[in-house]
């Protein structure tokens, strides 16, 4: 019953998304105030009724309710609790479900906090997302419904696959689709804005929060799958250039270009054709990467069972939204005046050059992605794009944004002086320089491009203070005069150096684990002992565990270097019963930012064991890179409510007008 | 500088950074992708020549399977012609006897497949594409069996 009732739930938010999707727009449209208003009614209540449906199926999982198709082939009675509550989005009904209430989410948002936005924009907004809205509701219903019973109930279900046994898989799936669907409003304030024909500074103000908002999430999303990834499958990978990876990198590509490029906007109401675009291709990017994974037309590492008619329905949606967005931009963009002309060395010049090189490497990903279907369709031979390609064209790409990246926020807008900028950075030079001089009279038989690429991540990681620093001025105001100087900084200006900080610390990861990984394959009987990089791992044994849907034989080691601490590493294989599937949980020590990673093959009667042991230095500035620029953002958008009112409030908006007029 | 110039600097200046993004793109392209091949292309069509790269894709044939030491081998067959493979590491998990398989690496002297990387699969449902139509090529659709068509439906509609 509660499940018919989740099924009606989605039914009724169908048919007011079908309404939302009209009266507002055409309230905008005749200027009737009564109509536009609809939608911010009808957008939170799309929202509870989606929730209702989500709650519901979150019912049929806690109380294993295997008359629901759904549930009984993604569920099992003897899964611990949280594990029942994340297999709700652990297949693809119930994860196209969040993926449209997070869509309704963000339209109610929108519709509740949406007070300083003029009355027509708001209407369109809403209008637009209503549209996203029912081709994903249509999609859900007709392909994809959770809610579909089978008669008689089976007694047991066929258990969540393993591998998304895993509290990974409980914060991956909600951030990513938090990331991929929070575009979707910058898409709906793009539309909107050419259906009103209002397109200024004010507008990128209000999409700049949304965007980042999107972005944030976004940037977490990725780098907790490529978290997830690396310890649950085994095999010590965190980024294998997979399409199913790609499909959320090249939206992460885009709106990270859009974030920059709205600040220009904002800022010198210039780029506005190209911000518009922009905002279309990120949102149509995360549309076609929902293509890409669930249609299962390129063979990915990360592929699940997937539909091929699925697919067909996706791509129609897809299409519908990227020509109709583009049509209506091809039409529209003439009428807009372009910005003026502004100097190559300047804040908006370094952006335009930003701009550049990120949207270039979406486009390489994008085609590196699309190539092996491009090729199968011309003449049937079956290829696959891997990491080499990429190394080789998307590395290039990124090594000119990332030596400019320190120079951009020290120039100042409209007219900027190259050389005073590059003096502010000497020390930034010298000390990266440095660094790399350093790391090359420690390591020996080392190829000399490591010491580079880390001397390129310290002059990425001091040089995103640099524009703080100077604001300091410590030279001139002393330590408390400085100090105070930064507490009067903009918030922004941090959140610009968390971002950049983390893009480097980022790097020195990458570099860092490229470089000097160490990895080891060997077989071993219990007391053998292995020996990685100083660490000397001693296996004691096989302990046989029996959890609740699995059993399980934990390999005991003992590692010991000398002058640190001793520790127990446990990897372990798991067989989980209901589907008769083995899984392996590798260990993973981490030692400062470097980890000692284990993983196992198949354990015979005598205890002997394949064991892959890997030394991963500095690998963990990878996962804590992207912290940064996810914090960096968040720094960013605290700014940005105090300033346009983001949030709601009346006092919100007053103190919006006043900094509008003292701006 | 007149505007004018200015402009047409800003354009040239963009054009060059996309042309040399085409060039690299393009010139990768030739390079370093990576052909799927099945067993009789390799044997047959001699497809895969002097030490190229690629994936073999098809069925690892059952008991083929001999582990010694860290080195696996298994042999995996179209079902019409098969071809000897070999692996340094650890299987993924969902590798299986009579199931699908794509294998990247190269032919070895002897004309043996030395793999250096074995696909996982995520789920025990899942068949891959190439893997898929290399089958229905043959003639043989086998998918993973009875069960799983009844538990998904959906190996059937990749072998329709």
């Given at each position: 019953m509660i499940a018919e009732i989740g099924h009606f739930a989605l039914v009724i938010a169908l048919a007011l998304s079908l309404i939302q999707s009209v009266l507002p727009a055409w309230g905008a449209k005749i200027k009737d105030t009564r109509l536009m208003a609809v939608g911010q009614t009808t957008a939170p209540a799309i929202f509870l009724f989606i929730a209702l449906s989500f709650a519901a199926l979150t019912n049929a999982y806690v109380t294993s309710d295997f008359s629901l198709i759904n549930v009984w082939s993604n569920s099992h009675s003897d899964q611990p609790l949280i594990y029942k509550f994340t297999s709700v989005w652990g297949n693809h009904e119930g994860s196209m479900l969040l993926w449209v209430m997070i869509l309704a989410f963000f339209a109610s948002l929108v519709a509740v906090f949406g007070n300083t936005l003029p009355a027509t924009l708001r209407a369109n907004v809403l209008s637009v997302q209503a549209w996203i809205l029912v081709a994903f509701l249509l999609f859900v219903l007709f392909t994809s419904n959770p809610f579909e019973r089978q008669i008689p109930a089976p007694f047991e279900g066929n258990d969540l696959n393993p591998i998304l046994q895993d509290l990974g898989l409980a914060i991956h799936p909600p951030m990513l689709y938090l990331g991929y669907v929070g575009f979707s409003i910058t898409f709906s304030f793009a539309i909107a804005a050419m259906m009103g024909g209002r397109i200024d500074a004010a507008w990128a103000r209000w999409v700049r929060p949304w965007a980042l908002i999107a972005w944030v999430f976004l940037t977490a999303g990725i780098a907790m799958g490529s978290y997830w990834a690396y310890y649950e499958l085994g095999w010590g990978g965190w980024w294998f250039w997979d399409p199913v990876e790609n499909a959320s990198f090249i939206p992460w590509l885009?709106?990270?270009?859009?974030?920059?490029?709205?600040?220009?906007?904002?800022?010198?109401?210039?780029?506005?054709?190209?911000?518009?675009?922009?905002?279309?291709?990120?949102?149509?990017?995360?549309?076609?990467?929902?293509?890409?994974?669930?249609?299962g037309v390129l063979t990915s590492v990360h592929s699940f069972a997937n539909d091929p008619e699925r697919g067909v329905f996706i791509l129609i949606i897809l299409l519908i939204f990227i020509g109709g967005s583009l049509t209506l931009f091809a039409f529209r963009s003439s009428s807009l005046k372009a910005g003026g002309l502004f100097q190559p060395i300047s804040r908006e010049g370094a952006l335009v050059f930003n701009n550049l090189f990120l949207a270039t490497a979406a486009a390489t990903v994008l085609v590196g992605t699309l190539y092996p279907l491009i090729i199968e369709v011309i003449n049937g031979a079956k290829i696959s794009v891997g990491e080499p390609f990429f190394n080789m064209t998307f590395g290039p790409i990124m090594l000119p944004l990332l030596i400019l990246m320190p120079l951009g926020p020290l120039l100042s807008w409209k007219r900027a002086d190259f050389y005073p900028a590059m003096q502010r950075l000497f020390a930034v030079f010298i000390s990266a320089v440095l660094v790399a001089i350093?790391?090359?009279?420690?390591?020996?038989?080392?190829?000399?491009?490591?010491?580079?690429?880390?001397?390129?991540?310290?002059?990425?990681?001091?040089?995103?203070?640099?524009?703080?620093?100077?604001?300091?001025?410590?030279?001139?105001?002393?330590?408390?005069?400085?100090?105070?100087?930064?507490?009067?900084?903009?918030?922004?200006?941090?959140?610009?150096?968390?971002?950049?900080?983390?893009?480097?610390?980022?790097?020195?990861?990458?570099?860092?684990?490229?470089?000097?990984?160490?990895?080891?394959?060997?077989?071993?009987?219990?007391?053998?002992?292995?020996?990685?990089?100083?660490?000397?791992?001693?296996?004691?044994?096989?302990?046989?565990?029996?959890?609740?849907?699995?059993?399980?034989?934990?390999?005991?080691?003992?590692?010991?270097?000398?002058?640190?601490?001793?520790?127990?590493?446990?990897?372990?294989?798991?067989?989980?019963?209901?589907?008769?599937?083995?899984?392996?949980?590798?260990?993973?020590?981490?030692?400062?930012?470097?980890?000692?990673?284990?993983?196992?093959?198949?354990?015979?009667?005598?205890?002997?064991?394949?064991?892959?042991?890997?030394?991963?230095?500095?690998?963990?500035?990878?996962?804590?890179?992207?912290?940064?620029?996810?914090?960096?953002?968040?720094?960013?958008?605290?700014?940005?409510?105090?300033?346009?009112?983001?949030?709601?409030?009346?006092?919100?908006?007053?103190?919006?007008?006043?900094?509008e007029n003292a701006v | 500088?007149?505007?004018?110039?200015?402009?047409?600097?800003?354009?040239?200046?963009?054009?060059?950074?996309?042309?040399?993004?085409?060039?690299?793109?393009?010139?990768?392209?030739?390079?370093?992708?990576?052909?799927?091949?099945?067993?009789?292309?390799?044997?047959?069509?001699?497809?895969?020549?002097?030490?190229?790269?690629?994936?073999?894709?098809?069925?690892?044939?059952?008991?083929?399977?001999?582990?010694?030491?860290?080195?696996?081998?298994?042999?995996?067959?179209?079902?019409?012609?098969?071809?000897?493979?070999?692996?340094?590491?650890?299987?993924?998990?969902?590798?299986?006897?009579?199931?699908?398989?794509?294998?990247?690496?190269?032919?070895?002297?002897?004309?043996?497949?030395?793999?250096?990387?074995?696909?996982?699969?995520?789920?025990?449902?899942?068949?891959?594409?190439?893997?898929?139509?290399?089958?229905?090529?043959?003639g043989v659709w086998q998918g993973n069996g009875p069960k799983n068509k009844a538990s998904s439906g959906q190996n059937a509609k990749a072998g329709k």
């Open positions: 885009s709106g990270t270009a859009l974030l920059h490029s709205a600040l220009v906007m904002e800022k010198r109401e210039a780029l506005k054709i190209w911000t518009l675009l922009l905002a279309i291709i990120t949102f149509s990017m995360s549309l076609l990467g929902t293509f890409l994974v669930r249609s350093l790391v090359l009279a420690f390591t020996k038989d080392e190829p000399y491009l490591a010491a580079i690429g880390i001397g390129l991540a310290a002059w990425v990681i001091l040089g995103a203070f640099a524009e703080i620093a100077t604001r300091a001025n410590f030279r001139k105001a002393g330590l408390v005069g400085g100090l105070h100087r930064i507490k009067g900084l903009p918030r922004s200006m941090w959140g610009t150096a968390f971002g950049h900080l983390g893009m480097g610390v980022m790097l020195l990861g990458i570099v860092g684990v490229s470089a000097f990984e160490k990895e080891l394959v060997v077989e071993i009987k219990p007391k053998d002992v292995v020996t990685i990089s100083g660490y000397e791992l001693k296996y004691n044994g096989v302990i046989p565990v029996t959890g609740p849907n699995y059993s399980e034989s934990v390999l005991n080691f003992t590692v010991s270097k000398p002058g640190e601490k001793t520790f127990e590493l446990n990897p372990t294989k798991r067989f989980y019963t209901a589907r008769k599937t083995p899984t392996t949980e590798a260990a993973i020590e981490t030692i400062w930012l470097s980890q000692l990673y284990v993983s196992l093959g198949d354990i015979k009667s005598d205890g002997s064991v394949v064991l892959r042991v890997w030394w991963k230095p500095l690998i963990v500035c990878i996962w804590l890179g992207a912290f940064f620029m996810s914090l960096g953002g968040l720094i960013s958008l605290s700014d940005r409510r105090l300033r346009v009112g983001v949030a709601k409030t009346s006092k919100g908006r007053t103190k919006f007008k006043s900094l | 500088m007149t505007r004018k110039q200015k402009r047409l600097a800003g354009i040239g200046a963009i054009g060059v950074v996309l042309m040399s993004a085409v060039f690299m793109v393009m010139f990768a392209l030739n390079d370093e992708i990576v052909f799927f091949y099945s067993p009789t292309d390799v044997i047959v069509e001699k497809k895969a020549a002097n030490g190229e790269r690629f994936r073999l894709g098809g069925l690892v044939k059952e008991g083929s399977l001999v582990k010694t030491g860290n080195t696996v081998s298994f042999i995996i067959t179209d079902t019409e012609y098969e071809l000897k493979a070999s692996y340094v590491g650890i299987l993924p998990d969902l590798f299986r006897e009579g199931q699908g398989v794509i294998a990247e690496g190269a032919l070895n002297a002897s004309g043996d497949f030395a793999a250096d990387t074995v696909l996982a699969k995520h789920d025990e449902n899942y068949i891959s594409k190439e893997v898929a139509d290399t089958l229905r090529e043959k």
